[in-house]
């Protein structure tokens, strides 16, 4: 085949030009610091790595979900837990004033203690996380439980707050400073957030189902045991229809049972959340390692390309200043 | 003795001196683009003798040729438009990937993510009137992105059509050259000679013309033939125009290619102008289409979220971004009237896990009857049941089926339609890109499940050409959304307070909520955020969705790269190739250089010889 100068210079031009592209493209990779830069460098990784990263942005925010849901019922369980002392001491004190040999004074001083253990409940019932009241079901924004007092009852109902002791004596207005009434705005509903992909968990307990369920729920029982205590019935007279400080203490004991009930369903959805939150780390560790397999450069592996490119680059421009070099005019003399 | 001798020194000299004048337009041309080495074919004279017969009297230059290999030529031609072709798309599909931007975190994906994230937010504090502001501030991020994303495709579009028009001005104007050319090469040629430096400049323009469009080249006599998809435009001192004609019902109004004389499209296959029409009409199209896709699947799902769920205040939710625009639902296709549905929904609310069916959709049906009793009957699903939707037949068992299940048939069936349960418990049936967003015929074959839950009347069928059968359809429809839906995707909530983050309860019966929950409630925005997994965009989540137009785009342009590559190889080898034929080689030519200087040497000290003799003769005798 005949050569021309044209050909050898055209074929230098080309060569230089090849190593200067591939150099360029691996600099790329080098100072990115990542090998798929356009789809078009690795079409299939390309879609991997935007999956990943998705993968990991929602990971990331089931993560943050996660936290919050266990703040509002690790704040649930830390309040369940007060009511339980609270209701243990209710307890103690009922127990007290139920010894038939108590003078009613006395029985009057432990009945003041349970009526400032009820508005405890209530303030509890009214706890916040951050600007959310976690026992109102969906209705965060309002008070939930709102204590309605012996006069303010009686200015709405006419219904005195007066109560009759054993004895028969008519104790007018005793419960005028007490609270005798519950009023709840909240409703049942149950909050829910998204923890992993499809794993929906609730992560209140409505305050009805605590405080308010059922006919002997937990308000009611302490304020009718505070009654007694007030009225001092604890003569058990099976004759005698009604109820004593006794058969309160039995319901009391009641609700501290559901309590616990609720407490350790907190608990256990707090474990539940635990384990989600430890395979979501382990999952956006897992997602990482393959993001990074997938679109990061092997420095090692394109720093000797890098170096076996340069060889061949110097070659090439050696080889062309060696093309450009004699030529039969050189020798005409 | 004669003077014969002089003559033949002279000639010599004459012969020599043109050879060393070609060798020196060689040498000035070496570097001469298209310039193909020119050779001196020289020829032997002789005269008759009485005696000796054939005796020589010196040389001639009979002709100059060019070296120059036209089979090379033509390979030529056809490589260098592919490759123009695939330098076309690669440059421009590389500019497409840098405008979705992926897989970096400046694309709608991550915009996206952050919306959904935003969402999440607000299932978490629905109360919180900062949690809804930064949700509204992201839903606005995501539809500037989309629409600016649409708007770059369609200016990127308008960009090649542009360059098309100017392509076509700049093929005019070369044919018209060549035809001029072509007129010169007959006029110098008509003589006996060659017009070497005429037909270079010719089989350049040839190779210009070639990297725009698809050449083919006939070489007849001393004349040119240059045909473009079959239809000769230069031929003699002639050449044809072609022009452009925009229609505006016709492909966007962008420039078509025509023929100025016979008034016929130009049969495009290769070269620039192939791959600019192609990223006109196919590549650029293509992605605004999935961004309408995008756009379309997002707004209907989230408004229909949206207004299933109650706001701030306690009012049913109404639009979240603002509503597509759509076409008639009776319209024109090709001259014929028909139906163009792209939803319907069913009136009736069905749990959507309860089996069996039958139990659910089991209805009193009262007639009246002449003498005015009433008598009811209890109108029962029959257990197994077909259906058929755009032509695809579907059966069910009311025993073992749920809802639920229902939907997964007909979404696997691939019917080109996508079903789904809407937040108050309706079957949704939405007709797919794919089929240009209209259903195509729906019919119940046994049983009557579609009329039970309200998609089709009873005992009827829908078929889109017969526009009549539109009326058997569910009174709830839509019609297919108008393109560049993506381009106006915006907000439709001003006040944050709209955005229905809540449910509701159903105090009616009728299976839809009416009650609001209180503002705690952020089920509905979960709802909205949880729509990110589900099948919103045609058959695709937004992942797969994603995935698909990256895969696609990633896969042309990388073969776009990949053929530019084989391509720009086939060319260097073929140019290697064509320079060992017609390349000027500066050796060679120096080698040459002396030969034709000692000829001319030579043939001078020849005269001088003859002279001296002639002066012997003279003197001498």
């Known amino acids: 085949m005949r050569v021309t100068n044209k050909m050898m210079s055209s074929n230098v031009v080309n060569n230089i030009q090849n190593n200067l592209s591939k150099m360029d493209k691996t600099n790329d990779r080098l100072s990115k610091g990542t090998k798929i830069n356009t789809p078009q460098d690795d079409p299939t990784g390309a879609v991997k790595t935007m999956s990943y990263k998705t993968t990991i942005n929602e990971i990331e925010k089931f993560s943050t979900n996660a936290v919050n849901a266990k703040n509002f019922l690790s704040y649930t369980d830390v309040s369940l837990g007060q009511i339980s002392d609270i209701l243990q001491r209710v307890r103690e004190l009922a127990v007290q004033a139920s010894t038939e040999t108590y003078e009613q004074t006395a029985r009057d001083a432990i009945g003041e203690e349970v009526n400032e253990l009820i508005d405890q409940v209530i303030s509890i019932g009214n706890g916040k996380v951050g600007d959310r009241f976690i026992f109102g079901g969906f209705n965060t924004i309002e008070t939930p439980f709102r204590a309605i007092r012996g006069q303010e009852k009686f200015e709405n109902d006419g219904v005195k707050p007066d109560l009759i002791h054993a004895t028969g004596t008519l104790r007018e207005g005793i419960n005028k400073n007490s609270i005798v009434e519950v009023e709840y705005s909240g409703d049942e509903g149950k909050l829910i957030t998204e923890v992993d992909k499809g794993i929906v968990i609730e992560y209140n307990v409505p305050g009805s189902d605590i405080f308010l369920k059922g006919e002997r729920n937990l308000i009611d029982s302490m304020i009718r045991l505070r009654d007694q205590i007030y009225m001092g019935n604890t003569v058990e007279d099976i004759a005698k229809v009604g109820t004593?400080?006794?058969?309160?203490?039995?319901?009391?004991?009641?609700?501290?049972?559901?309590?616990?009930?609720?407490?350790?369903?907190?608990?256990?959805?707090?474990?539940?959340?635990?384990?989600?939150?430890?395979?979501?780390?382990?999952?956006?560790?897992?997602?990482?390692?393959?993001?990074?397999?997938?679109?990061?450069?092997?420095?090692?592996?394109?720093?000797?390309?890098?170096?076996?490119?340069?060889?061949?680059?110097?070659?090439?421009?050696?080889?062309?200043?060696?093309?450009?070099?004699?030529?039969?005019?050189?020798?005409?003399? | 003795?004669?003077?014969?001798?002089?003559?033949?020194?002279?000639?010599?000299?004459?012969?020599?001196?043109?050879?060393?004048?070609?060798?020196?337009?060689?040498?000035?041309?070496?570097?001469?683009?298209?310039?193909?080495?020119?050779?001196?074919?020289?020829?032997?004279?002789?005269?008759?003798?009485?005696?000796?017969?054939?005796?020589?009297?010196?040389?001639?230059?009979?002709?100059?040729?060019?070296?120059?290999?036209?089979?090379?030529?033509?390979?030529?031609?056809?490589?260098?438009?592919?490759?123009?072709?695939?330098?076309?798309?690669?440059?421009?599909?590389?500019?497409?990937?840098?405008?979705?931007?992926?897989?970096?975190?400046?694309?709608?994906?991550?915009?996206?993510?952050?919306?959904?994230?935003?969402?999440?937010?607000?299932?978490?504090?629905?109360?919180?009137?900062?949690?809804?502001?930064?949700?509204?501030?992201?839903?606005?991020?995501?539809?500037?992105?989309?629409?600016?994303?649409?708007?770059?495709?369609?200016?990127?579009?308008?960009?090649?059509?542009?360059?098309?028009?100017?392509?076509?001005?700049?093929?005019?104007?070369?044919?018209?050259?060549?035809?001029e050319i072509n007129s010169q090469i007959r006029r110098v040629e008509a003589g006996g000679g060659k017009a070497n430096d005429l037909r270079d400049e010719f089989d350049l323009l040839t190779e210009k013309l070639s990297e725009i469009v698809n050449v083919k080249i006939g070489r007849k006599g001393n004349e040119y033939t240059v045909s473009i998809g079959g239809r000769t435009v230069v031929q003699g001192d002639f050449s044809k125009d072609m022009s452009i004609r925009r229609e505006q019902n016709f492909n966007n109004g962008f420039a078509q290619l025509y023929w100025n004389d016979i008034d016929e499209p130009v049969l495009i296959q290769d070269g620039k102008l192939k791959g600019l029409i192609e990223l006109r009409d196919e590549d650029s199209t293509k992605y605004m289409k999935y961004m309408d896709q995008l756009a379309i699947g997002l707004i209907d799902a989230t408004n229909d979220v949206n207004r299933a769920g109650f706001d701030y205040r306690g009012v049913a939710g109404g639009e979240f971004f603002d509503d597509f625009e759509t076409l008639p639902q009776i319209r024109e296709i090709n001259d014929d009237e028909v139906a163009a549905v792209f939803?319907?929904?069913?009136?009736?609310?069905?749990?959507?896990?309860?089996?069996?069916?039958?139990?659910?959709?089991?209805?009193?049906?009262?007639?009246?009857?002449?003498?005015?009793?009433?008598?009811?009957?209890?109108?029962?699903?029959?257990?197994?049941?077909?259906?058929?939707?755009?032509?695809?037949?579907?059966?069910?068992?009311?025993?073992?089926?749920?809802?639920?299940?229902?939907?997964?048939?007909?979404?696997?069936?691939?019917?080109?339609?996508?079903?789904?349960?809407?937040?108050?418990?309706?079957?949704?049936?939405?007709?797919?890109?794919?089929?240009?967003?209209?259903?195509?015929?729906?019919?119940?074959?046994?049983?009557?499940?579609?009329?039970?839950?309200?998609?089709?009347?009873?005992?009827?069928?829908?078929?889109?050409?017969?526009?009549?059968?539109?009326?058997?359809?569910?009174?709830?429809?839509?019609?297919?959304?108008?393109?560049?839906?993506?381009?106006?995707?915006?907000?439709?909530?001003?006040?944050?307070?709209?955005?229905?983050?809540?449910?509701?309860?159903?105090?009616?019966?009728?299976?839809?909520?009416?009650?609001?929950?209180?503002?705690?409630?952020?089920?509905?925005?979960?709802?909205?955020?949880?729509?990110?997994?589900?099948?919103?965009?045609?058959?695709?989540?937004?992942?797969?969705?994603?995935?698909?137009?990256?895969?696609?785009?990633?896969?042309?342009?990388?073969?776009?790269?990949?053929?530019?590559?084989?391509?720009?190889?086939?060319?260097?080898?073929?140019?290697?190739?064509?320079?060992?034929?017609q390349?000027?080689?500066?050796?060679?030519?120096?080698?040459?250089?002396?030969?034709?200087?000692?000829?001319?040497?030579?043939?001078?000290?020849?005269?001088?010889?003859?002279?001296?003799?002639?002066?012997?003769?003279?003197?001498?005798?």
């Not at chain 2, 694309?107 to 949690?131: F, G």
């Not at chain 2, 909520?513 to 965009?537: C, H, Q, R, W, Y």
């Not at chain 2, 040459?592 to 001296?612: C, L, P």
């Open chain 2, 1 to 179: 003795m004669s003077f014969n001798g002089l003559e033949v020194g002279k000639r010599s000299m004459t012969t020599n001196q043109q050879a060393i004048n070609v060798t020196g337009h060689n040498i000035s041309n070496a570097n001469k683009e298209g310039y193909s080495r020119q050779l001196v074919e020289m020829n032997s004279l002789s005269n008759q003798h009485p005696k000796f017969g054939a005796v020589g009297i010196g040389s001639e230059v009979e002709q100059i040729n060019r070296a120059r290999n036209s089979f090379i030529d033509d390979r030529m031609l056809k490589e260098k438009a592919t490759n123009s072709k695939w330098e076309a798309r690669e440059i421009n599909l590389k500019h497409m990937e840098y405008i979705v931007n992926e897989p970096s975190d400046q694309s709608i994906r991550r915009v996206l993510d952050e919306y959904w994230e935003a969402m999440q937010d607000l299932s978490q504090n629905p109360e919180d009137m900062s949690t809804r502001v930064s949700l509204k501030e992201r839903s606005e991020a995501l539809t500037n992105s989309i629409s600016s994303t649409y708007e770059r495709f369609e200016a990127l579009r308008a960009d090649f059509d542009s360059n098309i028009e100017v392509l076509v001005n700049d093929i005019n104007s070369m044919t018209r050259r060549m035809a």
């Open chain 2, 343 to 581: 939803k319907l929904r069913g009136n009736i609310a069905i749990d959507k896990t309860r089996r069996p069916l039958m139990e659910t959709l089991s209805s009193e049906v009262s007639v009246t009857k002449e003498d005015g009793t009433v008598e009811s009957t209890v109108s029962e699903l029959k257990e197994n049941g077909t259906f058929e939707i755009n032509g695809i037949r579907i059966a069910y068992n009311t025993e073992f089926d749920s809802m639920e299940r229902i939907v997964e048939k007909i979404n696997q069936a691939k019917t080109g339609v996508v079903a789904s349960i809407d937040p108050n418990g309706r079957m949704v049936i939405k007709a797919e890109k794919e089929e240009d967003y209209f259903i195509k015929s729906m019919s119940q074959l046994e049983g009557t499940l579609l009329s039970k839950i309200g998609l089709i009347k009873e005992g009827s069928s829908f078929d889109f050409r017969e526009v009549s059968t539109l009326d058997n359809l569910a009174e709830d429809r839509k019609g297919a959304p108008r393109e560049g839906a993506a381009r106006r995707m915006s907000v439709a909530i001003s006040n944050v307070e709209n955005i229905a983050a809540a449910r509701g309860i159903d105090t009616t019966g009728d299976g839809i909520a009416n009650k609001a929950n209180p503002v705690g409630d952020g089920s509905n925005a979960l709802l909205m955020a949880t729509l990110k997994n589900e099948k919103s965009i045609g058959r695709f989540t937004y992942e797969e969705f994603f995935k698909s137009v990256i895969s696609d785009l990633g896969i042309s342009s990388q073969e776009a790269k990949k053929f530019l590559e084989n391509q720009k190889v086939l060319i260097t080898n073929l140019e290697q190739r064509r320079q060992a034929e």
């Open chain 1, 244 to 333: 004593t400080v006794n058969k309160e203490l039995g319901n009391v004991d009641k609700t501290l049972d559901e309590v616990m009930r609720y407490r350790s369903q907190v608990g256990a959805r707090m474990r539940r959340i635990d384990q989600i939150e430890e395979r979501l780390k382990d999952n956006k560790i897992s997602m990482s390692n393959l993001l990074s397999r997938t679109q990061d450069t092997d420095i090692t592996e394109t720093i000797s390309d890098l170096k076996v490119q340069e060889s061949v680059q110097r070659m090439s421009l050696s080889v062309g200043a060696k093309v450009i070099q004699p030529t039969l005019m050189d020798f005409l003399r």
């Open chain 2, 583 to 621: 390349g000027v080689s500066l050796d060679e030519e120096m080698a040459n250089m002396i030969k034709y200087q000692h000829g001319y040497n030579a043939a001078a000290r020849y005269i001088k010889t003859v002279d001296d003799m002639v002066k012997t003769v003279i003197e001498k005798l």
